[in-house]
């Protein structure tokens, strides 16, 4: 089965960048899901940011879609997040997930990232 | 795009059932049978529940069952046991091909 593990900075300065990697084994990033990235600010609920697909062709959200980019590295297996011009809004445990069917399979454990100076 | 409303809370004694309801609009839960529902224990990652409305992953136990009306989508857990207690989120795919999430409900076993 697909597993995913988050790291980047845990500590980013208000207007820099975000930047995250989800490394992911078990399955090869080239197999038939979305690779998607969701995040959920402290004691609220869940936000979908974006998603890739091997393929290059990439998905964001509306509201986020100015300052997000998401790519991913075959060679490495892996994919990533950068989140521009971030805020303390923008302070969230961030997940990397694997989707099908409308829904993310597999989750990883979450990696939280405080925006603070 | 706006979050899907969830009711804050739910919540049930044990062998009950609970429902929570999600309400979007049509250009997301009315529009697509692409609801799933995501269940979060305290500092976990969320798992998903249901998926297209109404289908169960595998290893999810039949108690959990969905259906969806009009602009409404509701999760229904039956025989509620002590391990239900948790944050419950639902997901509809959306226009712009995005997905928008609920406001979330914490589910409390009395």
């Known amino acids: 089965q697909v597993q995913l593990q988050e790291s980047g900075p845990g500590l980013v300065k208000p207007s820099g960048t975000l930047s995250l990697t989800c490394v992911v084994s078990?399955?090869?990033?080239?197999?038939?899901?979305?690779w998607t990235w969701i995040r959920q600010s402290p004691g609220k609920g869940l936000e979908w940011i974006g998603e890739?697909?091997?393929?290059?062709?990439?998905e964001y959200n509306p509201s986020l879609k100015s300052r997000v980019t998401i790519s991913v590295d075959k060679s490495k297996n892996q994919f990533s997040l950068n989140l521009s011009s971030v805020t303390a809004a923008d302070t969230a445990v961030y997940y990397c997930?694997?989707?099908?069917?409308?829904?993310?399979?597999?989750w990883g454990q979450g990696t939280l990232v405080t925006v603070s100076s | 795009q706006s979050a899907l409303t969830q009711p804050p809370s739910a919540s049930g004694s044990p062998g009950q059932s609970v429902t929570i309801s999600c309400t979007g609009t049509?250009?997301?839960?009315?529009?697509?049978?692409?609801v799933s529902w995501y269940q979060q224990h305290p500092g976990k990652a969320p798992k998903v529940m249901i998926y297209?409305?109404?289908k169960r992953p595998s290893g999810v136990p039949d108690r959990f069952s969905g259906s969806k009306s009009g602009n409404t989508a509701s999760l229904t857990v039956s025989g509620l046991q002590a391990e239900d207690e948790a944050d419950y989120h639902c997901?509809?795919?959306?226009?712009?091909?995005?997905?928008?999430f609920g406001t979330g409900t914490k589910v409390t076993v009395l």
């Open positions: 049509s250009s997301d839960v009315g529009g697509y049978n692409s």
């Open positions: 297209e409305v109404s």
């Open positions: 890739i697909h091997h393929s290059g062709r990439t």
């Open positions: 078990g399955d090869s990033i080239t197999s038939n899901y979305w």
């Open positions: 997901s509809s795919y959306a226009a712009s091909n995005s997905y928008v």
């Open positions: 997930t694997s989707a099908s069917y409308y829904k993310s399979d597999y």
